[in-house]
């Protein structure tokens, strides 16, 4: 499906029964194609991107491969999604590896990054992309596990990752953590998920400003609504057929449409920003 027919064409209606959800069964699937050539922006760099077996993640590790990065992929346990993508980073003459875990234990992350240090040697450029979301109508209704579970996942998970990954990084290299449109304006069904995202706002202007003398750049990425699959592991089928409707160019976007702003956060074409956000969301005015 092409934006222009996700303009006039609402998405099929479909649910998925698990967190982070499956790409491998989303109709249409995402778009993660990167649409030019690759220029060598990345050449010699080593990149890690948790969450890199879907959608935005899956987006970014193929683009960074066709710029001439070695990738690692994190992810939870979506096998089949993590070695789609990494077969299409091999696709693009670039070597990759994958690993699974859960990344809101600090062991595991710990455990990851030792391996992707013994294999390429060092890290240059972290993305951290992994996360889950969970619909509640009431703020009474979200349980304890959940409530433990989308920070784990969304934001212990980003300090766990930096704190493994900033000693092995060198002044030049970058940090790119995602949050979402809904640090900015909230999310009444995704109170949590939503609060997460805020902190990791906070968390990427803070760590800006600390690690700003050691030459390691610090950015965010906050998309607006992107055909992922966890919209379809999030919400009733219904909501997913009107899925990014609302926006004022009129529908989601797609996860190729984010990953470019990833990529110029990653690469010496931003070499003087740090500390800031970038907004791919469809037009939406929000705060910077």
């Known amino acids: 499906m092409t934006t222009q027919q ?4 609402p998405m099929p209606a479909q649910e998925q029964d698990h967190q982070p959800g499956s790409e491998q069964e989303m109709n249409p699937a995402p778009d993660y194609t990167p649409r030019y050539p ?9 990149a890690i991107i948790t969450g890199g077996d879907s959608g935005i993640g899956r987006a970014t590790a193929v683009l960074f491969a066709r710029e001439g990065a070695r ?12 070695q789609d993508t990494l077969d299409l ?12 875990g859960d990344l809101g234990d600090k062991s595991v992350v710990d455990d990851c990054v030792a391996q992707i240090v013994a ?12 996360a889950e979301q969970h619909m509640q109508k009431r703020v009474q209704d979200i349980p304890e596990d ?39 304006r909230g999310q009444p069904v995704l109170i949590d998920y939503s609060a997460t995202k805020g902190a ?36 009733p089928a219904d909501k997913v057929a009107s899925f990014g409707q609302d926006t004022p160019l009129g529908r989601p976007g797609q996860p190729n449409e984010v990953a470019p702003s990833i990529l110029f956060l990653a690469c010496d074409d931003s070499s003087y920003i740090h500390g800031q956000t970038l907004h791919p969301n469809g037009g939406e005015m929000v705060g910077s």
Do not use: C, H, Y
């Open 6 to 9: 996700m303009q006039s064409e």
């Open 38 to 46: 690759g220029s060598d922006r990345l050449r010699g760099k080593v």
């Open 71 to 82: 990738v690692a992929i994190l992810f939870k346990d979506e096998q089949q999604d993590a």
């Open 89 to 100: 980073i091999e696709q693009e003459g670039g070597e990759g590896m994958m690993l699974a």
């Open 119 to 130: 294999r390429f040697g060092r890290v240059n450029i972290l993305v951290n992309n992994a």
């Open 146 to 184: 959940q409530l433990r579970r989308s920070f784990a996942t969304n934001i212990f998970a980003q300090f766990f990752m930096v704190q493994a990954v900033v000693p092995q990084m060198q002044a030049g290299d970058s940090i790119i953590n995602l949050t979402s449109i809904t640090a900015f």
């Open 200 to 235: 990791i706002l906070s968390f990427t202007r803070a760590l800006a400003a600390n690690l700003a003398d050691s030459g390691i750049r610090v950015n965010a990425v906050a998309p607006g609504p992107i055909w992922t699959p966890l919209i379809p592991a999030s919400f």
